[in-house]
């Protein structure tokens, strides 16, 4: 929250409670000129630290309450709320208490004390909260020079992974409120203070306090409160629970030069139907102009366009007018029409006019209340809010990887400063783990270094659930017991450092086999009491020995079998170039158009590991890493390759590979990535050759932020080439191919921003003869891009492929990833979908082109998009009509029309209700 109290004359004894509350544009930045005109100068409120509120208690259900260094509960005299200490929500800090000369009878309890945390970068406390709720969270922090330096400290605080905002107090003095209204997605928040070398931080209180999920209700993303006014309440008071059922603080305007207050005694009745509730004594006051033909008006300014409010605007009539008065008023945003019909309410009732989408684009919101013709009184205001919209793209750590560190760190009672996310932000993650980083999904942890760590007991079992653990280093410890046979159980393991501890026992036989294979580095050195086999086993396995040379003979007489039958298909397949589906219980063979058949290629296309090294410098330059393995620049002469190292730990096998290779020897189109040659040499030294794409992924380059922004110009053409590729997979093959997996990821671009398809693993032929629709006994694909049909019926077919392609048009509208577990709408199609129906387009184009692009153009590819992903594959046009669709834009862009203007959509509760925009499409 953007407001601080800030105390005056706090040694006085006369008074001292009267403080003031103001506006921290010092850490807005860069919003230097915010609030800038006089009525946004009156904003810069008073309050006193006096709560003058009624007694009277309401319900505190689901209120949580923390007094940072508190040694026990309490409640509050002036609110009646209870507090409860935080020692069982953090592990870390120093308790203070503010000096003498701030500790007054009207400060609030809660502010007293203080916890600091000297020690480590980043410090969290883990608080308890009911999942799938909206919660006002509101961190408060007063340093008072509880430490005697006098000098206040300067530092970040962030909600889980996601940097929140930096407190910057601007006096030693001042009491800094942050808010946030945030929907939890799990049983735990966490809220951490980093120091970012200007002095120690330290925390206050922490108050968290449900809400209607009615209320407050984004497009996506979270808010932050930007401000909360109380207009025409006296200057000493402020307002917030038990008044307000939710405990949100209203402050006082100060004295307004051209405004003139009105109030009543009466009792304003609640009217609004999502339930903001705002409270009777807030409603009870209001101001009015005194020049009643001038317009009433506030703005403010913002340096970045991109930053996007929520307004709401509080109205109550509170005098009586008689029968010859009305007061009618219209609201003007920037000069335009913000709601279309006047603004009327009844007598001591309670009415609300919101923004239903975020004003967006601008550097100026300037509101103007223009009476209205037929009215006779001007425009009064009663109370208002605004509201920036925040953003938590990081994505936290895999839950079962959280769990799992967690009862590692409590066992084994670790020391380190593990505080927050094991991995999230990268800047941040833990001592000793490592772990992996894709822009899709969540972190997982991938290495863990424990060795001298002063480690004892048994080796944790709770190490076996992290699945993706590719390094364990326990050396130099005193861990006894024996070695687990889980270890050997691991997948992912390829490296186990045990030395230097007290196990005993046995060594199983599974990781002695792993470590022969070559698939795991084994350190077992310092343990004299490990002993790897014992003489009855030795005894046991000389009776095995007949017995697996007697399989043995079996298995090479059926080799002997298969390898005449290979020979028999090899020569039966010489007689024509055909690909085979090795996904398909029956082998599929494909047919290809006379004019799509490439030669056949000749042995040399197969390279060898010796040929990898060479081209990769040794695998010296990483281009990337997905769940196949890792993928390396390569120099075939002066001829740039993609390498694609296959892991044998990959969830993309064998078969994936040969169906990869098999495919792309014979199906050639400029928009489907050219395979250059392969490496078989192995479980371990597998390998794609591919034509190098400099410009790498569409995925990356839409939602990492980084590098060059895609003109609209340049993202028609990018859907046009990857339609023009899949287009050619269902029809200029024979039987039609089935790909699968498509996804921005995907679609790889070459210097000149050509697109071409890639990873054709998944892909699959059908022949035709075998109808439209295809039974798997397996579905796979992308969370996000799978389509909602063939997941649950198990019936693959063409439009299975056109939904997925629905969805990358949609990415490039957008700018927006597919899945954002911040928002209600959840689903890039949930959030398009809401967005069509307000007649929004400006909120669905990337806010990085929507200045440029044409939005006919614009309209024209979100039908395409919405159409592609219709829930009745039926519905969905085939890949033919989306490449003649996308042309169409193509030229619509081309032609340059001039985009549409649109105004943001906007409601008021009770009789009025407007949507501003074009119909929705």
């Known amino acids: ?311 709401y605007m509080y109205f109550a009539e509170i005098q009586v007018l008689k029968a010859n008065q009305s007061r009618l008023f219209k609201i003007y945003l920037n000069d335009k029409l913000w709601i279309k019909d006047d603004i009327l309410f009844e007598y001591l009732t309670e009415n609300v006019a919101r923004s239903l989408v975020p004003l967006t684009s601008s550097t100026t919101y300037d509101f103007k209340f223009i009476m209205s013709q037929a009215s006779t009184l001007p425009p009064i205001l009663n109370a208002v809010e605004i509201y920036k919209v925040i953003n938590f793209l990081q994505l936290t750590t895999q ?157 090479f007489i059926l080799i002997l079998i298969l390898v005449s039958v290979y020979f028999i298909r090899r020569k039966r397949n010489s007689k024509g170039p055909m690909i085979v589906d090795h996904h398909s219980p029956i082998n599929s063979e494909v047919e290809l158009h006379p004019h799509d058949q490439p ?66 020897l014979r199906v050639h189109h400029r928009n489907l990535t050219s395979l250059v040659g392969y490496c078989n040499e192995g479980e371990t030294k597998m390998g794609l050759v591919y034509e190098y794409m400099g410009k790498g992924n569409l995925g990356s380059i839409l939602l990492d932020g980084k590098g060059e922004v895609l003109r609209w110009e340049e993202r028609l053409q990018i859907a046009l080439d990857s339609a023009q590729g899949l287009e050619y997979l269902h029809n200029g093959c024979r039987p039609p191919i089935i790909h699968r997996d498509i996804k921005s990821s995907n679609i790889l671009l070459n210097e000149y921003l050509q697109a071409k398809l890639a990873d054709f693993g998944l892909s699959r032929a059908f022949p035709i003869e075998g109808g439209a629709t295809h039974v798997t006994t397996k579905v796979v694909g992308t969370p996000g891009y799978l389509d909602p049909e063939y997941y649950t019926s198990y019936k693959l077919t063409e439009k299975s492929d056109v939904y997925s392609f629905g969805i990358v048009i949609l990415e490039l509208v957008t700018g927006r990833p597919v899945l954002v577990k911040t928002s209600d709408k959840s689903h890039i199609i949930q959030w398009v979908d809401y967005n069509i129906n307000q007649g929004d387009i400006y909120t669905i184009i990337d806010p990085k082109i929507k200045d440029e692009c044409n939005t006919n153009s614009v309209w024209k590819a979100v039908d395409i998009g919405m159409s592609c992903t219709a829930i009745n594959p039926i519905s969905r046009p085939a890949m033919s009509q989306v490449v003649s669709e996308l042309k169409e834009c193509l030229n619509l862009e081309f032609n340059h029309r001039a985009p549409h203007q649109m105004d943001s959509t906007t409601s008021i509760s009770s009789t009025f209700h407007s949507e501003l925009g074009p119909v929705a499409r």
């Open 1 to 311: 929250m953007a407001l601080t109290n800030s105390f005056e004359e706090a040694k006085k004894p006369i008074n001292c409670s009267t403080k003031c509350l103001t506006l921290s544009i010092h850490h807005l930045n860069p919003m230097a000129t915010l609030l800038f005109n006089a009525f946004l100068l009156a904003f810069l409120p008073t309050f006193s630290l006096l709560h003058l509120l009624v007694h009277a208690q309401t319900s505190q259900n689901g209120f949580i309450s923390i007094d940072c260094g508190a040694n026990s509960s309490y409640i509050a005299a002036t609110t009646g709320i209870n507090y409860v200490p935080d020692s069982n929500m953090v592990e870390t800090g120093m308790v203070n208490t503010v000096a003498t000369d701030y500790r007054l009878d009207s400060l609030l309890k809660q502010l007293w004390t203080l916890r600091s945390f000297p020690e480590g970068m980043r410090n969290c406390y883990n608080i308890p909260v009911k999942i799938n709720t909206k919660y006002l969270i509101r961190a408060s922090f007063l340093y008072a020079n509880y430490d005697g330096q006098n000098s206040a400290p300067q530092f970040d605080i962030y909600f889980g992974p996601n940097f929140w905002t930096r407190i910057d107090p601007p006096e030693v003095q001042t009491i800094v409120d942050e808010e946030m209204i945030h929907i939890t997605t799990s049983n735990k928040v966490q809220i951490c203070l980093v120091n970012t070398g200007n002095g120690v931080p330290f925390i206050s209180s922490i108050e968290l306090r449900p809400l209607p999920n009615t209320t407050y209700v984004t497009v996506s993303g979270s808010l932050t409160t930007f401000l909360r006014l109380d207009i025409g309440a006296p200057n000493d008071t402020f307002i917030r629970y038990p008044d307000d059922t939710y405990d949100r603080i209203w402050s006082p305007p100060a004295a307004l030069t051209n405004w003139s207050p009105l109030s009543t005694s009466l009792t304003v009745n609640n009217n609004d139907e999502p339930g903001f509730m705002a409270p009777s004594k807030v409603l009870s006051t209001a101001s009015t102009v005194k020049n009643a033909t001038a317009p009433m008006e506030f703005f403010w300014r913002d340096a970045d366009a991109s930053n996007q409010y929520y307004v």
């Open 399 to 555: 839950q079962q990887d959280v769990d799992a560190i967690e009862s590692i760190r409590k066992y084994y009672g670790v020391t380190k400063n593990w505080q927050g996310d094991p991995c999230a932000p990268k800047t941040f993650a833990w001592e000793g783990v490592n772990c992996s980083y894709d822009a899709s999904n969540h972190p997982s942890i991938t290495g863990l270094d424990l060795s001298s760590s002063g480690l004892t007991g048994e080796i944790s079992s709770n190490i076996s659930n992290l699945a993706s653990l590719a390094v364990l280093d326990l050396s130099n410890n005193s861990l006894s017991g024996p070695v687990p046979d889980f270890l050997a159980e691991m997948p992912m393991l390829t490296f186990l450092n045990l030395s230097g501890n007290n196990l005993s026992g046995q060594i199983p036989s599974a990781l002695i086999d792993k470590k022969n294979k070559g698939s795991l580095s084994l350190s077992l050195e310092g343990n004299p009491n490990l002993q790897e086999t014992t003489p009855s086993e030795k005894k046991k396995n000389n009776i095995i020995v007949p017995i697996v040379a007697a399989i043995g003979g079996f298995f």
């Open 599 to 664: 030669p056949l290629q000749s042995p040399s296309r197969q390279f060898s590991y010796s040929d990898i090294l060479k081209f990769t410098n040794n695998f010296s330059r990483l281009l990337g890493e997905g769940g196949f393995g890792k993928v390396y620049y390569g120099l075939m002469g002066n001829t740039e390759v993609a390498v694609k190292m296959l892991s044998p730990k990959s969830a993309q096998g064998y078969r994936e590979f040969q169906a990869e290779v098999d495919l792309l």
